[in-house]
């Protein structure tokens, strides 16, 4: 009697054929799938973004409430913490002085509008800078955490603008008429001035802060148009609330006499008399 050799010569697992077509359906998959995963990883982040943006408007919102101003510090002004320095503080009636993490750090500037970046010496006290720091930086930026006392920044070559990420409005460290037109130079040096929260004719409309670095975004890094960049950017109001805006379509900027460049969402017409969107 003979066996029946028919199952004996099937053949176990794939064929070459077979194992190809697997591997090339797999590469497909996952072709369409991992932009959609990353895109998806982009809006998380962006979303992380639009709340730290909005964290540091509270934080401007709680300083204005005991100072009854928005956050400012004049050409000359004292920080308190620095008050016992006396003849030892650099600078004088021309300069903004601020005392910088870590503790014992004074530096002073005479860029009046340097507050853009030099905020957190104003509104946070140095005791509270670990707490906050990481709202202050835009997620996935390299080197963010806030290093020991001993060596603060990135490196010795990371300029101080490029340390934090948060960006604060020009328009309201200045009186609005300095950035209307006409408007001369010996008088807008006079208009160097605080605002308050009542100033802002249009909360909802104002842009008081903004990630200026979008660290998160790697697959394409946007260029910049007048030192911002042209891409969707998580952004804090007056009234603070949040919003995803690209600020290349905010309103046009005006020029000033004391500045070499108008930027949209700084040099707004009429500044906190005016609208952004």
């Not at 932009?35 to 934080?59: I, K």
């Not at 996935?140 to 001993?150: F, H, I, M, V, Y």
């Not at 934090?164 to 328009?171: C, G, H, K, L, T």
Request: glycine letters at 8%; one cysteine or more; aromatic letters at 10%.
């Amino acid at each position: 009697m003979q066996l029946d050799q028919r199952n004996e010569s099937k053949p176990n697992g794939f064929t070459l054929v077979e194992l190809l077509v697997v591997i090339g359906v797999i590469a497909i998959l996952i072709a369409i799938t991992l932009p959609a995963l990353t895109g998806a990883r982009g809006s998380a982040l962006q979303t992380v973004s639009l709340s730290n943006v909005r964290s540091v408007g509270q934080q401007f919102s709680q300083y204005a409430s005991v100072h009854r101003q928005n956050p400012h510090r004049g050409y000359g002004d004292i920080p308190s913490e620095l008050e016992e320095m006396g003849d030892m503080i650099p600078g004088g009636e021309d300069v903004i002085i601020v005392s910088w993490y870590p503790g014992g750090v004074v530096m002073a500037t005479s860029d009046y509008f340097s507050q853009a970046w030099l905020w957190p010496a104003i509104v946070t006290p140095m005791d509270e800078w670990p707490e906050f720091w990481e709202t202050w930086i835009s997620p996935r930026k390299q080197d963010a955490d806030l290093p020991e006392q001993e060596d603060f920044g990135f490196d010795n070559d990371t300029p101080i603008e490029e340390q934090i990420s948060v960006r604060y409005s020009n328009s309201f460290v200045a009186r609005p008429k300095y950035f209307s037109e006409g408007v001369g130079a010996e008088e807008s040096a006079s208009l160097l001035r605080a605002t308050r929260p009542q100033d802002v004719r249009y909360p909802s409309g104002k842009v008081m802060l903004w990630d200026n670095d979008l660290a998160y975004m790697t697959r394409e890094v946007p260029e910049r148009v007048d030192g911002l960049l042209n891409a969707d950017t998580p952004m804090c109001f007056a009234d603070m609330h949040g919003e995803v805006l690209n600020p290349q379509d905010a309103s046009d900027s005006v020029t000033t006499p004391l500045q070499e460049r108008s930027t949209r969402l700084h040099s707004t017409k009429d500044g906190v008399f005016g609208r952004d969107y």
